[in-house]
């Protein structure tokens, strides 16, 4: 990935690197147990590209249902979008055992704990809402868009969906 202008482009390559193979050539990053990883990075950096992403998924998410929209009452969402824009990037890495580690696991947790909350209930079929959201938003915005990147970013984000609304570790 070259695209410098992408933050989350590159940091997803070194922690490939660093993180899992510790030193060890490329070709043990490209036995990733999800091949599907890397057509989302990529479809991850194109959509980031657009200045409106965040904002078309958060619209169409909050807009999906007034349960959803009640959620986010009191939430300052422009810093809720930076958040997102960083978890999106955890979430995958997290589907991916290549590049999973402990870091990347604990920050997972921090996302299943908060959103369990009482003060948060999500509720499990949010999570539902929040994928077909996101892929439909991901169908507008990225100018590569097939719908073989969208089953890919289905794939991928629900290993973290399931895990965040599975039982209380
Ligand atoms: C994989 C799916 C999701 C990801 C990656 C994600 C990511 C995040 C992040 C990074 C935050 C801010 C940090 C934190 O509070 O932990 C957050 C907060 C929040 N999320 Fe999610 N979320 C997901 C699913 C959902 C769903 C399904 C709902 C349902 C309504 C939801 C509602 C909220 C709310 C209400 C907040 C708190 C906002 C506040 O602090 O006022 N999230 N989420």
Redo the contacts with the bound molecule.
């Keep these: 990935m070259t695209n410098t202008n992408n933050p989350l482009a590159a940091p997803y390559i070194d922690a490939g690197n660093n993180m899992k193979t510790g030193g060890l050539s490329d070709a043990v990053v490209a036995t990733s147990s999800l091949p599907q990883a890397a057509v989302v990075q990529q479809s991850l950096a194109r959509c980031l590209e657009s200045p409106t992403f965040l904002d078309a998924f958060y619209e169409r ?1 909050l807009g999906s249902h007034q349960a ?1 929209r009640q ?2 009452a ?3 969402m422009a810093r ?1 979008k930076q ?2 824009k ?3 990037l ?2 995958l890495m997290y589907a991916d055992t290549a590049v999973s580690n402990t870091l990347i696991t604990e920050r997972v947790n ?2 299943k ?3 369990n909350t009482a003060k ?1 209930r ?2 499990p079929w ?2 539902d ?3 077909d959201s996101l892929v439909r938003t991901v169908a507008d915005t990225d100018t590569l868009y097939s719908p073989y990147i969208g089953e890919c970013w289905r794939k991928c ?1 629900s290993v ?2 399931e895990y ?1 609304r599975g039982e209380q570790h």
């Design positions: 998410f959803i959620k986010f009191h939430t300052d809720q958040l997102l960083r978890a999106l955890v979430a921090l996302l704990d908060s959103h948060l999500i509720e949010m999570y809402t929040w994928l984000m973290t969906i965040l």
